[in-house]
């Protein structure tokens, strides 16, 4: 309304609270306890199937708190909560570290935001990152919900427990006593008791409080979550159409220069690249490929702060809006299509690793969010927008993580050397350096190489394998396969391929 004041960050803060939060019942934190000993017990010894099976027991929990603040499943509760599941597979199914990771964080964010909700960037965003900001609340909330229940025989299953602890307690004292004292009860206690290892105990009660306190964030956030999309963001102040215009229509100019060229000197072939440039194909590729990135990054923060500060009085202004973001967006997928071309290059040209193909993802990734700018750009309403992007991003993690990064980078090095041996049988190398330090994942492409290289490649691989021992729930499907590869057909022993042999078998190219 004309005359009303800016709402300043504590208002905001405020208005995004829940109207009514319901209570923890005694369920919800027996269901987080749970959840803690299943995380002391299952992730002390890696990710794997444990990962899964803590998640589910984490949902229950939240099932529990939602159902009785009376709250229902919706559509995009349904799609966010099957992606975070389809993200916790990763671990299960691959052995490769950095997607099991990233797939744990994308896992944890989409069930921040299918138990907040949101629609517009603000609760999209802030909805993200909800968990961090819950634990403290969470137990708190847990804490003064129980303890004002009367529960049923309360009166007689505490004093049991205080008796159970008490006598817990005096078998512990006197029991080391008895034990030091004499040989023959130290034996008989040692059968008796579990075997505990002392060592792991505060790395599990680490586990333990982390796993109770996040069972409890999710359940909080399911009885009565903040309300983003209240948040007030006041929209920037208008520019004029010169001002605001003239630097988009010259960046546009720029952008229409490089697509013109690119078309020109790419597009010629290999030929064409070293006539007009001087450069090998991987050498142009490797120069530009890091700048062109962060060109295309750079472009959406131009889209978003000249949005925001574009004019918007009258259905010219919107239009003139639309087409120069518009074309700027179009022009930036020609940017994202020139690096996409560079790196196909360079890997053509020196072969794939982890980090060539995770740029690659993401380049492929920023191509779609510029596509559904534009396609926002052509409708007049594009409340759709916020969530469709993060549903992209989150479905790009989930397709990285589950294709198995490690092995197809080893499968395409492989296959290029395979390929080389047939022209080239002298002369053909694999990067042996880029192959040998990649996961179990790798194992069943690089089990086709002929020896030593074979050996090579597999000695750290199976060194790692041979030097662990997982449980079945901290282990997952490609460390299973990859151990009765080995198993069947264990590579040489270093000593007997020597470091020379490993030398003239292919460490030849340099990691990107």
């Not at 040692?190 to 680490?206: H, I």
């Given at each position: 309304?004309?005359g009303?004041?800016?709402?300043s ?25 749970f959840t803690?000993l ?15 099976v ?12 939602a159902?009785?603040?009376?709250r ?12 975070a599941?389809a ?12 997607p ?9 964010a ?5 138990l ?8 999209v ?9 819950q634990p ?8 003064t919900s ?14 049991v ?47 333990f ?41 010259a ?6 220069v ?51 500060w ?10 003139l ?15 994202v ?6 790196m196909?290059?360079?890997?053509d ?47 790009t ?33 694999i ?25 090579c ?12 021992s ?22 040489v ?20």
């Amino acid at each position: 309304m004309p005359g009303t004041p800016a709402p300043s960050v504590g208002t905001w803060l405020r208005v995004s609270d829940p109207e009514r939060r319901a209570g923890a019942t005694p369920r919800v934190a027996l269901a987080a306890l749970f959840t803690g000993l299943l995380t002391a017990w299952l992730l002390f010894d890696g990710l794997g199937v444990n990962l899964l099976v803590c998640g589910a027991a984490t949902a229950v929990g939240a099932g529990f708190a939602a159902r009785v603040a009376g709250r229902r499943i919706r559509p995009w509760t349904a799609v966010w909560s099957l992606l975070a599941l389809a993200l916790l597979v990763v671990p299960a199914w691959w052995d490769a570290g950095w997607p099991a990771l990233l797939a744990a964080g994308g896992a944890l964010a989409l069930a921040s935001l299918a138990l907040h909700g949101g629609r517009r960037w603000a609760g999209v965003l802030f909805a993200l990152p909800g968990l961090l900001w819950q634990p403290v609340p969470a137990v708190r909330w847990a804490w003064t919900s129980v303890q004002g229940r009367r529960l049923p025989g309360r009166g007689r299953i505490v004093p049991v427990l205080k008796a159970l602890a008490v006598a817990a307690v005096l078998l512990t004292v006197f029991g080391l006593l008895f034990a030091s004292a004499d040989a023959a009860m130290a034996d008989l206690l040692g059968n008796l008791s579990p075997d505990l290892d002392l060592g792991r105990l505060p790395g599990r009660a680490v586990l333990f409080v982390l796993g109770t306190a996040t069972a409890l964030g999710f359940a909080h956030m399911a009885a009565g979550p903040r309300r983003w999309d209240r948040t007030v963001i006041r929209p920037g102040r208008e520019r004029r159409r010169l001002e605001w215009a003239l630097p988009l229509v010259a960046l546009n100019l720029m952008f229409g220069v490089f697509a013109v060229i690119q078309a020109v000197v790419v597009l010629g072939g290999a030929d064409a690249v070293l006539s007009n440039t001087g450069m090998s194909r991987s050498e142009y590729a490797r120069q530009g490929f890091w700048q062109l990135s962060v060109i295309t990054v750079l472009t959406l923060v131009v889209v978003a702060v000249a949005k925001r500060w574009a004019p918007r009085t009258t259905d010219v202004d919107h239009r003139l809006a639309r087409i120069l973001l518009g074309l700027l967006c179009l022009l930036a997928l020609a940017v994202v299509a020139s690096a996409l071309g560079r790196m196909w290059f360079y890997v053509d040209a020196s072969g794939l690793t982890r980090l060539r193909l995770w740029v690659l993802v993401v380049e492929v990734w920023l191509g779609v969010v510029f596509l559904l700018l534009i396609a926002a750009g052509l409708t007049r309403r594009a409340g759709w927008l916020p969530r469709v992007v993060v549903l992209s991003g989150m479905l790009t993690v989930a397709v990285y993580g589950l294709m198995g990064p490690d092995a197809i980078v080893a499968e395409q090095n492989v296959t290029r050397y395979e390929q080389a041996l047939k022209t080239d049988p002298h002369g053909a190398a694999i990067d042996l350096r880029n192959v040998r330090r990649l996961s179990a994942d790798a194992v069943s492409a690089l089990e086709r190489l002929p020896e030593p290289q074979r050996s090579c490649a597999l000695q750290l691989i199976g060194q790692e394998l041979e030097g662990e021992s997982r449980p079945w729930y901290a282990t997952n499907l490609a460390a299973a396969r990859a151990r009765g590869i080995l198993a069947q057909r264990p590579p040489v022993d270093s000593r007997a391929v020597g470091r020379t042999a490993c030398d003239r078998a292919g460490l030849a190219y340099e990691d990107l």
